[in-house]
């Protein structure tokens, strides 16, 4: 399981880039809290760390739970590769939003993968 763990570490060491870089974008454009608007690099900065978000909702505990009932290294793997479809999703959507779908696929497959082995991980346990 430290693999899982260092891929959870390492998710949240990539949420919190993408936080800073939202923050950075704000002060960039002047954007006042509490406006969430105004300035298009920071609204795209802004979707990027809020999808995110939303993402590791179910990342992160599926993973866990693939790699405690199905295996370690799978999980470990999966979660690597939302990773880097995180990674692509916010490169390709920072410079045209159109591009992000191979990103936001690999994560999406990812996320798929960690809930279809933690699933089948408890079922064979059962």
């Not at 990539?14 to 800073?20: H, P, S």
């Not at 802004?46 to 799978?74: C, D, H, K």
């Not at 045209?96 to 699933?119: Q, S, Y």
Request: proline share 3%; charged share 15%.
């Amino acid at each position: 399981m430290e693999f899982v763990a260092l891929v959870t570490l390492l998710l949240l060491f990539q949420y919190m880039t993408f936080m800073m870089l939202c923050g950075a974008a704000r002060a960039k454009a002047d954007i006042k809290a509490p406006a969430m608007s105004g300035d298009e690099n920071f609204e795209r900065a802004l979707r990027v760390q809020l999808n995110t978000l939303e993402q590791m909702v179910i990342t992160l505990p599926a993973m866990w739970v693939s790699g405690m009932y199905f295996s370690p290294m799978v999980a470990a793997v999966l979660g690597l590769a939302f990773f880097l479809g995180r990674l692509l999703y916010r490169t390709a959507y920072m410079k045209e939003p159109a591009t992000r779908a191979i990103g936001m696929v690999i994560g999406f497959l990812a996320n798929v993968g960690l809930i279809l082995t933690g699933l089948w991980g408890i079922v064979i346990q059962m």
